[in-house]
């Protein structure tokens, strides 16, 4: 043990020069533990058994070619509108002939499931198997 004889009077009021950790590590820990449960809790699950798939993600063409069905169940092909008869020949001046080229489907909102599966069939029959649907991102539904 030491004991100090001497009472010097600069000595008491000096000043420390070191930072007090303990109240900073108290409260990284205890952010550390909200968001360790609230990360669990910010995302949304819905409990689907998906397929598993050994494709590789594809890029988008540089000139996709557009099919749209309007609301009113009118087609049209980038921006021409066609026929539903005369969707195979505008498919093919549109494609080049390449029925193995991606379509991009684009369907309104209002039209029913009924009538898209409609169009993909004429699709099949035309020949383009490959279809992509297309919808937005980040729409408000309300």
């Known amino acids: 043990m030491a004991i100090r004889l001497t009472h010097d009077t600069d000595d008491d009021f000096a000043e420390t020069h070191e930072i007090n950790v303990t109240p900073f590590i108290d409260v990284i820990l205890v952010l550390l533990i909200i968001f360790m449960i609230a990360a669990p809790l910010a995302t949304v699950d819905v409990p689907v058994d998906l397929p598993s798939s050994t494709a590789e993600p594809r890029q988008r063409p540089d000139k996709p070619v557009f099919l749209t069905l309007k609301a ?9 509108t066609v026929a539903r008869d005369a969707l195979a020949s505008a ?10 080229e991606r379509i991009f489907l684009r369907a309104d909102r209002a039209v029913s499931y009924g009538n898209v599966m409609d169009l993909m069939n004429a699709l099949r029959g035309a020949g383009y198997l490959k279809v992509a649907l297309v919808g937005m991102k980040n729409r408000d539904t309300r």
């Open 72 to 80: 009113d169940l009118s087609l049209s092909v980038e921006d021409t």
């Open 91 to 100: 498919l093919d001046a549109a494609t080049r002939g390449n029925r193995d």
